[in-house]
């Protein structure tokens, strides 16, 4: 999971800063010529970091619903890491 994660991350940098495309692309455009739900949601990731909201709404509007359930996730784990292991065991001062 997480070589998928830095390679979407490092992907995402490149296509915005050198405005090269690494993307892999959707299986499901290529095989039935139409877009599902998920199209587009990295083009809309590119354009959150690049701050162009109104063009990552109209790339998928899903990415608004995305991005604060996943954040959520995140803060949500990263709490019940650290309540389910006392840090003082992993950091011993």
Same mark, same amino acid.
């Not at 994660?5 to 690494?22: D, E, H, Q, R, T």
């Given at each position: ?10 992907? %995402?940098?490149?296509?915005? +800063? ?6 892999? =692309?959707?299986?499901? $455009? @290529? ?5 599902? =739900?998920?199209?587009?949601? @990295?083009? %809309? ?9 109104? %063009? %990552?709404?109209? @790339?998928? =509007?899903?990415?608004?619903?995305? +991005? =604060? ?7 949500? !784990?990263?709490?019940?890491?650290? $309540?389910?292991? $006392?840090? $003082? !065991?992993?950091?011993?001062?």
């Amino acid at each position: 999971m997480s070589v998928v994660v830095c390679y979407f991350i490092v992907s %995402a940098l490149v296509k915005s +800063v050198l405005n090269f495309n690494i993307f892999i =692309p959707c299986l499901w $455009n @290529t095989l039935f010529h139409f877009k599902c =739900p998920g199209c587009g949601l @990295t083009t %809309a990731t590119v354009m959150l970091i690049e701050f162009k909201w109104s %063009a %990552a709404y109209h @790339t998928n =509007p899903l990415i608004f619903l995305l +991005v =604060p359930i996943g954040l959520l996730t995140i803060v949500t !784990d990263y709490y019940k890491f650290i $309540n389910k292991n $006392n840090l $003082n !065991d992993i950091f011993p001062k």
